[in-house]
């Protein structure tokens, strides 16, 4: 069965500098990758998603995430993070005609 | 043009109660999702509706079950609640099928069982 791992659980950056946050799935082959956002008290937004083609995808909000099937990782990225960006995130994989499956998530404390 | 509605937005139920939760997609979206989400077991899937059909179901006891109508609204229900019930229940609508392309999520249904 497939699995997202996101190793950090909580990461705390200061505003202006940039960000990185891990992602690792388990699948045979190349799933469908997500990288979703929840703020407090929202629903999940989606920033950007990669089925195939260019490994480097850009997503809204000035993110995006690069796909490195070596690592079998997706991994999101911002130059400089905003106090707006404090939220969790949540990274997410699809594999044939398998279920949506999502990592633990990462939260996201920006500090001024 | 309106977003993905759930209601109720909070609840608080008793063990042994039964709740319906009730999702509104955004219009022209045929595929309805829905999710727990608990801080100890992150978001998990509990079943996509598409065109009035269950298409997919997650590894959920028989109490959780769900329907889908004509108009693509869709409604959850969980029978005899126990306290491991309480949880945020997400729904996502997409245009087609939920394993594809993008989704939608609603604001939730956040479920309190005492």
């Known amino acids: 069965a497939q699995s997202v791992t996101q190793p950090d659980i909580h990461i705390t950056v200061s505003e202006g500098a940039s960000l990185e946050l891990r992602c690792n799935y388990s699948y045979g082959a190349t799933p469908y990758l997500f990288w979703y956002v929840q703020s407090p008290g929202q629903g999940l937004q989606l920033l950007l998603k990669?089925?195939?083609?260019?490994?480097l995808v850009q997503g809204i909000k000035g993110f995006e995430a690069e796909f490195k099937r070596s690592q079998s990782s997706f991994n999101l990225r911002k130059p400089s993070v905003h106090w707006s960006d404090a939220a969790e995130y949540f990274c997410?994989?699809?594999?044939?005609?398998?279920?949506?499956?999502f990592g633990k998530g990462t939260k996201l404390t920006v500090n001024p | 043009k309106a977003g993905v509605t759930q209601t109720p937005r909070y609840l608080i139920k008793t063990r042994g109660q039964q709740v319906t939760l009730s999702c509104s997609p955004i219009s022209g979206h045929r595929s309805v999702s829905w999710y727990q989400q608990t801080p100890g077991q992150g978001l998990q899937f509990l079943f996509e509706y598409f065109s009035e059909t269950q298409r997919n179901k997650g590894n959920f006891p028989g109490r959780f079950s769900g329907r889908q109508f004509s108009n693509s609204r869709s409604e959850m229900n969980v029978s005899t609640l126990e306290l491991g019930d309480s949880a945020l229940y997400l729904c996502?609508?997409?245009?087609?099928?939920?394993?594809?392309?993008?989704?939608?999520f609603g604001e939730g249904s956040r479920l309190t069982v005492l």
């Open positions: 997410a994989s699809q594999g044939g005609s398998e279920k949506l499956v």
């Open positions: 990669y089925f195939s083609g260019d490994t």
């Open positions: 996502a609508s997409s245009l087609l099928t939920a394993f594809t392309g993008e989704l939608f």
